[in-house]
């Protein structure tokens, strides 16, 4: 409920990756009262413990979030390799340059860096089985559908839920690799799933 409240992002400035936040501290609050629980990113969470940012503040940004006007919550994925090594339904890329492509559009690729000392670039789409996009990377910008159930974000980790205990998405963003772990999807007429063990691909319908 705070996520979805809070509209999947930190309420002050939108970012994806967040901290559950106490508006007034849980020492003197003494309950989980989700009202009183915002969702902010690490920078901001920060600045609010030091008394740099009020309650007030806080509490205001709740009642309308950053993402009520800018709607897809946005993160910056940070690659700190000149190679990103990607492991995608079992198998492990260790210098890929397009890893998934359906019908001739890449789906997910890595690109050289811009400049001498900048990232490798990451692009990549994911749909749910209804086709729709739940998460896109385009050039390291993240952008996360928030019409999904419900987006969980834990350490470089994001699950994207189409129902309860459904994934349809779970990436691992780390910076020296890139993880699908899980994924159910459908891109104009083909259907795909994949998991840590393999990949399956099928048309749309055929109990996908």
Not at 55 to 64: C, D, I, M, Q
Not at 129 to 154: C, H, M, V
Request: proline share 6%.
């Amino acid at each position: 409920m705070v996520r979805q409240e809070c509209h999947f992002g930190c309420v002050l400035c939108g970012e994806a990756f967040c901290h559950y936040d106490h508006i007034i501290p849980f020492e003197t609050a003494r309950e989980h009262t989700i009202s009183n629980i915002a969702l902010l990113c690490g920078t901001h969470h920060d600045k609010k413990t030091r008394g740099l940012i009020s309650e007030n503040t806080v509490r205001a940004a709740r009642a309308s979030p950053f993402r009520v006007s800018k709607p897809w919550p946005r993160s910056q994925f940070s690659p700190s390799t000149r190679s990103l090594p990607v492991t995608f339904g079992g198998a492990r890329f260790l210098n890929p340059r397009v890893v998934l492509r359906v019908l001739g559009h890449d789906l997910l690729e890595i690109r050289e860096p811009e400049s001498h000392e900048g990232p490798i670039r990451v692009s990549a789409e994911f749909y749910d089985a209804l086709g729709r996009a739940t998460l896109l990377i385009a050039d390291n910008e993240i952008k996360i559908n928030p019409d999904s159930w419900d987006i969980r974000t834990k350490g470089t980790c994001v699950t994207i839920l189409r129902a309860p205990r459904q994934a349809a998405l779970r990436i691992r963003l780390h910076p020296e690799e890139l993880v699908v772990e899980r994924l159910q999807m459908c891109y104009q007429d083909i259907a795909l799933k994949a998991n840590r063990r393999e990949v399956e691909l099928g048309s749309k319908g055929e109990g996908f």
